[in-house]
């Protein structure tokens, strides 16, 4: 192994380490659970659908990978917990399950933001909360990764009131855990991605819905890929971010400067 290599495996590797990635069948989770493997962990993909957590599983098994399925609502207290206890403590835990939708608030129901909130926020928080207490109680300097929005923290689609909101309490949750647990060598951090296609249903009609992300010209390094999700969550799960906590990473090329 070349100095080079053997530097950038110091710092970014992630073998011998395990991630359970929630969300795991489909969009970014989906991505970052691959890569996260390509980096060397071993991953549990937890989804709701068992199909679909299978078929992440096998995919990156297929690559060479080591990864399991699970089978997991976030929003069942009870399936969350028994998905840690099943699992070893983990070193990682990407907090990736998400509920999307384009209703404007003023034709939304109770019940649908409710919905947003249960898996964008409670699921978020029955997650953490599992994995935070296991990784004290191993000693463990685990890392704790939310998939968040830039709507977050900025209105990209019309029809955004609720998913932008759900995921700006996401990321509140992390800046607090990250405060509250960084003596317990644990850092938490939140991934704002931008316009990546392929990760979203409503891509396709965002023209149609409206709003700054349906400009192309605020889009300055044009459209990311999946993949540029994926390495910056291998970022902050490796050696190379031991000193980053609290933190919210806007990749957007660019999106909220143009």
Same mark, same amino acid.
């Given at each position: 192994?070349?100095?080079v290599a053997a530097a950038l495996g110091h710092a970014f590797g992630l073998a011998g380490k395990t991630a359970i990635v929630t969300g795991a069948g489909s969009g970014l989770a989906e991505i970052i659970a691959k890569t996260l493997a390509r980096a060397g962990a071993s991953v549990v993909a937890a989804h709701d659908d068992a199909a679909e957590a299978e078929r992440i599983a096998a995919?990156?098994?297929?690559?060479?990978g080591s990864a399991t399925a699970a089978a997991c609502d976030p929003t069942d207290e009870a399936?969350?917990?028994?998905?840690?206890?099943?699992?070893?403590?983990?070193?990682?835990?990407?907090?990736?399950?998400?509920?999307?939708?384009?209703?404007?608030?003023?034709?939304?129901?109770?019940?649908q933001w409710d919905a947003m909130y249960a898996v964008n926020a409670r699921g978020a928080f029955l997650t953490a909360r599992e994995a935070i207490k296991r990784m004290i109680a191993a000693k463990r300097e685990g890392r704790i990764i939310a998939l968040s929005t830039i709507g977050s923290e900025h209105p990209v689609l019309r029809g955004n009131a609720a998913y932008g909101s759900s995921k700006a309490a996401l990321n509140a949750l992390c800046r607090n855990? *990250?405060?509250?647990? *960084?003596?317990?060598?644990?850092?938490?951090n939140a991934i704002l991605?931008?316009?990546?296609?392929?990760? *979203?249903?409503?891509? *396709?009609?965002a023209v149609a819905a409206g709003g700054p992300g349906a400009n192309p010209d605020r889009h300055l390094s044009g459209f990311g890929e999946q993949v540029d999700v994926g390495w910056l969550a291998v970022y902050l799960a490796g050696p190379a971010a031991r000193y980053v906590t609290g933190q919210t990473f806007v990749i957007d090329g660019g999106f909220q400067v143009g």
């Open positions: 192994m070349t100095d995919a990156i098994r297929e690559a060479g399936a969350v917990v028994a998905l840690f206890e099943k699992h070893d403590v983990p070193d990682i835990v990407v907090l990736g399950a998400m509920m999307q939708g384009g209703v404007p608030a003023v034709d939304m129901s109770a019940e855990l *990250a405060f509250e647990h *960084a003596g317990d060598g644990i850092r938490v991605p931008g316009a990546i296609p392929g990760t *979203a249903p409503r891509m *396709a009609g």
